[in-house]
């Protein structure tokens, strides 16, 4: 397998953008005198962006995926991450065992 010089540049150009990105973000959010209102907005951010990325699969691939994807919604609500990701697993493991 070759790798086109061209195309390392661009990888290695998006991936500086990124982590330009990620550090700028950083290194601004901790001099920011936030509301509490702008503070709430800011922290409802990463979930929000969480859903995005799981709603459409767990919308898209069955009902199987779909219930334990509400399960493991509810599950978030009481548990930390961790219990939430292994009910997720075992509810779906068990819904496509069900149907």
Do not use: C, H, K
């Amino acid at each position: 397998m070759t790798l086109d010089p061209i195309n390392l540049l661009a990888i290695l150009g998006m991936a500086i953008a990124t982590y330009a990105t990620r550090i700028a973000g950083l290194a601004l959010a901790g001099r920011l005198d936030l509301s509490p209102r702008a503070q709430a907005a800011f922290d409802a951010i990463p979930p929000a962006v969480l859903i995005a990325v799981i709603a459409p699969s767990a919308l898209a691939t069955g009902w199987p995926e779909t219930g334990a994807a509400a399960i493991a919604a509810l599950a978030a609500t009481r548990l930390p991450l961790l219990a939430v990701v292994a009910v997720g697993v075992v509810a779906v493991v068990a819904l496509r065992a069900v149907m």
